[in-house]
């Protein structure tokens, strides 16, 4: 339980300082050059990632849900739908944490967390085209996946969240105990602010 709890201390802080560690130099400079919507220094779409990872288009297609009403089931800011199979059952839906995820060139992390929880569990997400994974922690298992097992399935992405979708097949859980198992997942994600 220990070693569940230290890898999600780990993810959750590795997210904040990265979030912390970025300047707004890169959002002044676009000010001062007329554009605040599209900068140079905006994240490459995951059309650009190896397969599995497909991308049905870059850019704002509208898709993403509205920040504004709210979503019932995830909040505000939208969140995350996920079935664990095989060595480990466990499903949800989790709600996405802005302030805990990053959007900047070369570093698309997203974490999402139980609503009105006071569990530790993380669900995290990161779409950079070079290294798309995800990683689960809930205290009790500690689950990863990346391409070949999982095939990642972006619909929009952009500066303001991600929607898509995420399978995967064989991948690793690992349990508190030490307990090894092969599991799957099925997940689906809308989130941004």
């Known amino acids: 339980m220990k070693l569940g709890?230290?890898?999600?201390?780990t993810l959750v802080v590795a997210s904040?300082?990265?979030?912390?560690?970025?300047?707004?130099?890169d959002a002044d400079?676009?000010?001062a050059?007329?554009?605040?919507s599209e900068s140079a220094e905006s994240p490459e779409p995951v059309s650009s990632q190896p397969a599995p990872v497909t991308a049905a288009q870059s850019g704002d297609d509208g898709a993403a849900a509205d920040p504004g009403t709210g979503d019932a089931e995830f909040g505000d800011n939208g969140g995350l739908?996920?079935?664990?199979?095989?060595?480990?059952d466990a499903s949800g839906n989790y709600v996405w944490v802005p302030v805990a995820s990053v959007f900047t060139s070369g570093w698309w992390a997203m974490s999402f967390t139980p609503p009105n929880s006071e569990s530790a569990a993380v669900f995290s997400l990161l779409l950079d085209?070079?290294?798309?994974?995800?990683?689960?922690?809930?205290?009790?298992?500690?689950?990863?996946?990346?391409?070949?097992?999982?095939s990642f399935n972006i619909d929009h992405q952009d500066s303001s969240g991600a929607s898509g979708s995420l399978d995967c097949t064989g991948i690793t859980a690992i349990t508190a105990a030490g307990e090894v198992s092969d599991v799957n997942l099925s997940a689906t994600f809308d989130a941004t602010h």
Do not use: H, K, M, W
Request: charged fraction near 15%.
């Open 5 to 9: 709890r230290a890898l999600i201390a």
């Open 29 to 31: 400079a676009a000010d």
């Open 129 to 150: 085209p070079a290294n798309t994974n995800f990683s689960f922690g809930d205290g009790e298992v500690t689950i990863f996946g990346f391409a070949p097992q999982c």
């Open 81 to 88: 739908a996920f079935t664990f199979s095989g060595g480990y």
């Open 33 to 36: 050059a007329g554009d605040s």
């Open 16 to 25: 904040i300082g990265a979030a912390c560690g970025s300047s707004d130099e």
